[in-house]
């Protein structure tokens, strides 16, 4: 075994949670989220005696939700938002030897989808708002370019216009990570509704979330969708015909009934999540060492997680984990300089304005369970450790 095997940890996801667990003000909101999860109990047992486990009516009506949700003609629920990416960029006909335009500045899902089907990622530097810079995308485009996948981070959107247009002059096609993006908005329109499709995750900690992993994607397009059906199901026709072998990425019933349980609060939801950044902003703006990013007024921003730049963040993050207070970084290494990109032949440097935000990115809890007396906690520790020096 090498020293890089012995170096994976089978499963580090339950020490993460009880690290984070005892924190008063939390990422972690689930179980407030869920309290009444007897009412979830209650459809899942229809589910049970009736065994529609896989594919069933909750998922068909989880489907139709999205798509008045969304104005979309076709939504599709898989299996995880990495599904929806993956499963997308295969419809769309990406694969061997061709190449995807990308953020550096993302979770590893959207990379692992490109390099899964085939691809190879080439990376764009980002804009101070944390998305990938529309004025240098037609540089990196190739002979080999298939497409461009933004990332709406953060619950941002993307400027989708500019995107839009180079994808036109250059024939390409337009796969949006929406993960963070569900009911934002780029002038008027949703996020995940601009490109050939767009992908959302329902992991248990995004803004409409699930006991488990989950996602969908939306499209206008037929062609897609019948491909994206396929694709999802083993590439089944029906029961006993099958027009291309494929993957299992099913949503499950379940997971659906959880979904369309949460869809009745995702307005909700939102709102608080807007409303609490806006009273982060309010008292941060004002303390030299923070940068809240720019916020356009042409759209409308989710918050997925509400991230600032902070001056000494190492620092800064541990004085709030010591007082109970959940700061996170999200993430601390770019992805053109993760292990798993060291054979494409980016090193430090080639991205600048990443690699800076990656060393001064801070998360701080944004959801609708902290209570505006708590986002006043969290500042006023904030301006606690810099005035001590």
Not at 200 to 221: A, I, Q, R
Not at 239 to 264: G, M, P, T, W
Request: aromatic residues 8%; contains cysteine; proline residues 4%.
């Amino acid at each position: 075994m090498t020293k890089e095997e012995q170096q994976i940890a089978h499963n580090y996801l339950p020490e993460q949670y009880r690290q984070t667990g005892a924190h008063a003000i939390n990422h972690n909101y689930l179980r407030a989220q869920f309290s009444d999860y007897q009412e979830i109990f209650q459809k899942i047992e229809a589910l049970v005696l009736e065994g529609d486990f896989t594919l069933g009516k909750s998922v068909d009506e989880f489907e139709a939700r999205i798509r008045e949700l969304t104005g979309s003609r076709f939504a599709v629920g898989v299996g995880s938002g990495t599904d929806a990416l993956l499963l997308s960029l295969k419809a769309a006909g990406v694969g061997k030897g061709d190449e995807v335009i990308t953020t550096p500045f993302t979770f590893f899902a959207t990379i692992g989808a490109i390099v899964t089907a085939g691809a190879r990622p080439v990376f764009v530097d980002i804009c101070e708002d944390y998305n990938i810079d529309p004025n240098r995308i037609e540089k990196a485009i190739a002979t080999n370019t298939k497409a461009i996948l933004p990332v709406h981070w953060s619950g941002l959107p993307c400027e989708m216009d500019q995107i839009l247009a180079v994808a036109d002059r250059h024939g390409l096609s337009v796969i949006e990570d929406s993960c963070h993006a569900i009911l934002a908005e780029y002038n008027s329109k949703p996020a995940g509704t601009f490109g050939l499709s767009g992908c959302f995750s329902m992991h248990p900690l995004k803004n409409l979330n699930v006991w488990g992993d989950g996602g969908y994607l939306v499209t206008d397009s037929e062609e897609m969708h019948n491909q994206l059906v396929l694709l999802r199901n083993h590439g089944l026709l029906n029961r006993d015909e099958c027009a291309v072998f494929s993957y299992n990425s099913r949503l499950d019933s379940l997971q659906a009934i959880v979904a369309n349980h949460l869809l009745e609060k995702i307005h909700y939801i939102t709102e608080s999540r807007i409303a609490r950044a806006a009273r982060f902003d309010e008292l941060l703006r004002d303390i030299p060492q923070i940068t809240i990013p720019p916020r356009p007024r042409h759209v409308r921003q989710v918050y997925h997680i509400y991230v600032v730049r902070a001056e000494r963040r190492n620092e800064l993050q541990v004085y709030l984990v010591e007082r109970g207070i959940d700061a996170k970084v999200h993430y601390p290494i770019p992805m053109h300089l993760q292990p798993a990109a060291s054979g494409y032949g980016y090193r430090r440097g080639d991205f600048p304005v990443c690699e800076a935000v990656c060393d001064s990115v801070l998360s701080l809890p944004v959801h609708e369970f902290i209570a505006f007396e708590q986002i006043e906690h969290v500042a006023s520790k904030i301006r606690e450790f810099y005035a001590a020096g």
